[in-house]
């Protein structure tokens, strides 16, 4: 009797599958039954006690807050700056290299920076007594609007680049003929811009929202650094859970709630930044 092979393309994505088997699938399974089971069974236990907890829903409101203020500036900032560049200004290769520089930076020495500046003794406040002005709790639980306000500076410092160069890679791939096109029959630069080149951007800019996204609701060193827990936030909240108070099923409940908002966001900006040809 002959034998059947398997499909060619089954062949092809089989290691894909095997490798989100092992390190997407079965953590998820892992963490569904940790958060999901005690001592005697299936239980809900951990699930009530992560929302009695009014950290988680500070946690929450705080990491929504900065999602919906961080997330347009930094897309703003970075398609102004792609912009900048693609029109090919003097020393462009250093200014490219320096708006980089955050990329090489990880979170928490970005945090730190950023807390040499706003901490009570830090840079901001030098300069301002210098000017006479006084000093200022930037960081202090009793001034919460900037508390924020530094989360959002150092965060928006930190992870702009990412989106920055995404959106130039993206720009490589749009022929100046459609640009030079519009110009000729009297479209002005900002028309160009929406018109012309925003819309062939989309694959870039959806791919930079869903990555940007994502990563903001795993904002935790930066906010950890700056605030401690005086501005929770949810990936924080799992780290309290899990060492601090030495509850991993609660962790794990955190963690899957972020894990949850972030699949319920890609497959938003999926169906929201589909082209008109494919709705």
Request: hydrophobic share 55%; glycine share 6%.
């Amino acid at each position: 009797m002959r034998r059947t092979r398997p499909p060619a393309a089954l062949l092809l994505i089989a290691p894909s599958i095997v490798f989100m088997a092992a390190l997407f699938l079965w953590p998820l399974i892992a963490g569904v039954t940790q958060a999901f089971s005690g001592p005697d069974g299936p239980t809900t236990t951990y699930v009530r006690r992560m929302a009695d907890d009014p950290y988680f829903w500070e946690a929450t409101r705080n990491t929504a807050l900065l999602i919906v203020v961080l997330i347009p500036l930094q897309f703003v900032l970075a398609v102004v700056m792609a912009l900048l560049m693609r029109e090919r200004p003097r020393f462009a290769g250093f200014h490219f290299y320096i708006w980089v520089v955050p990329l090489a930076i990880s979170d928490l020495a970005a945090g730190l920076v950023w807390l040499s500046i706003f901490t009570d003794r830090g840079y901001l406040n030098s300069v301002l007594d210098s000017l006479g002005l006084g000093t200022y709790a930037w960081l202090s639980f009793e001034n919460p609007g900037t508390m924020f306000l530094a989360v959002v500076v150092a965060e928006l410092w930190r992870a702009t680049s990412l989106v920055f160069v995404i959106v130039i890679a993206g720009l490589q791939g749009v022929p100046r003929d459609y640009d030079e096109a519009a110009a000729v029959f009297g479209a002005t630069y900002w028309q160009r811009v929406r018109h012309v080149i925003l819309p062939q951007l989309r694959p870039s800019l959806q791919v930079a929202l869903i990555l940007r996204t994502i990563l903001a609701l795993e904002a935790f060193a930066v906010a950890q650094a700056l605030t401690g827990r005086n501005f929770p936030l949810l990936v924080g909240e799992t780290y309290q859970w899990y060492y601090q108070l030495q509850n991993p099923n609660v962790a794990t409940a955190i963690a899957l709630v972020v894990l949850v908002l972030s699949i319920v966001a890609a497959v938003g900006y999926l169906r929201l930044m589909r082209s008109p040809e494919a709705r």
